[in-house]
């Protein structure tokens, strides 16, 4: 929905995994919405697919005139948890912060993320999630932009370990 003259967008809190309810109880009662997401790489049993996921969990932009519209009313929209305050007034979003993620938007309407950077092998690293988080590698060697071979250390010996680029970070 379009943003009406005289708003400004203010950040909504929502429920756990209830961003789309929040946004479309909002947009019932004529607030303007909007859900940034991204297209998440998800593996499931051998098999890769891309889903929806919203930007930033839990949280979603409302385009409200505070001065003619009834703000309150959000309070208790379904999947709503609360709109951002400062003291008892909502907290405007600064300008340009919209603008600049529908920028980045694709023809889908997902915000594109920036690549990660790229691993080379002899590059330290920290797995971040898996049966080995939190475990220091190597890299050995870089076979996709998907997966990396990596060698941890475990009892006492280097064993090549291949993981997701999505899940090792540099250390």
């Not at 839990?58 to 005139?65: E, Q, S, T």
């Not at 220091?136 to 993981?163: I, K, T």
Request: aromatic share 8%.
């Amino acid at each position: 929905m379009a943003m009406e003259p005289g708003s400004r967008w203010y950040v909504v809190q929502t429920q756990v995994n209830a961003e789309v309810k929040a946004a479309a109880g909002l947009v019932r009662q004529g607030f303007g919405t909007y859900l940034p997401r991204y297209q998440k790489r998800r593996s499931h049993a051998r098999k890769v697919e891309l889903v929806p996921r919203p930007l930033f969990p839990r949280y979603l932009f409302v385009a409200i005139d505070v001065a003619a519209q009834r703000w309150r009313a959000i309070q208790s929209t379904l999947g709503v948890s609360h709109l951002v305050c400062v003291g008892d007034r909502p907290a405007a979003v600064e300008h340009g912060v919209i603008d600049a993620l529908k920028s980045r938007e694709d023809e889908a309407g997902f915000v594109a993320l920036a690549r990660r950077p790229a691993f080379s092998p002899g590059d330290k690293v920290r797995i971040v999630e898996g049966a080995f988080v939190d475990s220091l590698a190597l890299v050995e060697d870089v076979s996709d932009q998907h997966r990396v071979a990596v060698l941890l250390n475990l009892l006492g010996r280097q064993v090549r370990v291949f993981v997701g680029t999505g899940l090792i970070t540099a250390a």
